[in-house]
């Protein structure tokens, strides 16, 4: 008689079994073998860097920079801007959006008429709008936020290391991203950067950021840049994780920054050709704001996209998605991202969609 009355699942009891999947969708994106080695060192105690996913890093810039009844102010075009308005409504603060079409951007004009209208303490806007495919321009916002003295908020998730982005250059105060894209990290980590006025509002607050786990005052002690002798123990963080997102650094490095983004541009410039050749439209009409690293699609007319992305998962093993929030059921999205980013793999890609488009059911009206 077994002294337990539940048995441990059957599942366990056979080995994980990981089927090998090309992951082009807008993440995660597939990891290297060299990166993922590197994770499998020992565990050993606590170092730095930021634990949780993105939306940690984007929770963690809001909680501790806005104080209940502050004023912030979000773009919204797309899921990114409305979840950060969601953030800051969370926390007590007086949130206002503007808002753009999916697959549009902001001018600096209309930024600076809503800065002007809300004077918010912090100003969020998505560098790589990954549900709606736009890479948003950032010049002159920074200082666009210096001048209202705002603090300006940058999700770099889904276009660090795929696009340009200059932090200092282009006055942002808050910038984050996330492990699993274009550094082909596993998921489950999330690089943050704090400006010298966003740490002159942070550590000048009034109250204490709602949560504990993202309250920066402990967060800079356990990463070691608060100027104190000792740390303090405060959680613990994923380690081996910190191991891998290191060495998939160390791959950015080794190609050069300015060579990533360049790979990524042509890349995706050689696959919106491609598309365009095989009659498909791009959502983002306008060229420039088009996000490298994520590419939406226009959902094919007479088609059910879910059936293309699951035809392409059954038949070609590679995942591809739909739209999210605002583009649900008008777009497909493809991500090439950080390895993933090659001619091959498009060329790969496009062959699996012009197969979709003969099997898959096209509707006569
Ligand atoms: N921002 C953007 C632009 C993203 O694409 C994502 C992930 N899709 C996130 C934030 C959230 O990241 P995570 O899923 O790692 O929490």
């Not at 992951?23 to 994106?29: D, E, L, R, Y």
């Not at 498909?280 to 007479?302: D, M, N, Q, S, Y």
Request: aromatic letters at 8%.
């Amino acid at each position: 008689m077994p002294s337990l009355s539940v048995l441990p699942p059957k599942c366990l009891q056979k080995p994980l079994l990981v089927p090998h999947r090309h992951m082009f969708g807008p993440g995660p994106s597939n990891v290297p073998s060299r990166i993922l080695e590197a994770g499998a060192n020992p565990v050993i105690g606590h170092i730095i860097h930021f634990t949780g996913t993105g939306h940690t890093a984007m929770e963690c810039a809001i909680f501790n920079t806005v104080e209940s009844g502050d004023s912030v102010l979000t773009a919204v075009n797309g899921i990114w801007g409305e979840r950060a308005a969601e953030m800051a409504e969370r926390i007590g603060a007086r949130v206002n959006t503007i808002v753009a079409p999916p697959g549009g951007f902001f001018t600096n004009a209309e930024i600076e008429q809503a800065l002007s209208k809300y004077r918010p303490v912090l100003f969020f806007l998505a560098h790589g709008e990954s549900s709606t495919g736009v890479l948003h321009p950032l010049d002159g916002i920074g200082q666009l936020c210096q001048r209202y003295n705002c603090l300006f908020l940058v999700d770099a998730v889904a276009s660090i290391g795929g696009a340009p982005l200059h932090m200092d250059q282009q006055g942002i105060d808050i910038l984050y991203t996330g492990s699993q894209k274009v550094l082909n990290a596993p998921p489950g980590t999330a690089p943050i950067s704090f400006s010298e006025r966003a740490c002159q509002k942070i550590f000048s607050r009034k109250s204490k950021p709602v949560s504990f786990f993202l309250d920066l005052n402990w967060l800079a002690n356990y990463w070691g840049c608060d100027g104190k002798p000792s740390r303090v123990y405060h959680h613990t963080g994923p380690v081996t994780a910190f191991f891998s997102l290191r060495e998939s650094l160390a791959v950015l490095v080794e190609e050069g920054l300015e060579n990533s983004w360049e790979r990524h541009q042509k890349v995706a410039e050689y696959f919106h050709t491609g598309l365009e050749s095989m009659g498909l439209k791009l959502f983002v009409k306008e060229k420039k704001a088009r996000l490298p690293t994520v590419t939406t699609i226009v959902a094919p007319h007479g088609y059910d996209w879910k059936e293309i992305t699951s035809y392409i998962m059954k038949t070609h093993n590679i995942e591809i998605s739909g739209g999210l929030g605002p583009s649900v059921g008008l777009v497909l999205r493809v991500g090439l991202m950080g390895c993933n980013s090659s001619k091959a793999n498009v060329d790969m890609v496009l062959g699996a969609l012009k197969d979709a488009l003969k099997h898959c059911h096209k509707s006569k009206v």
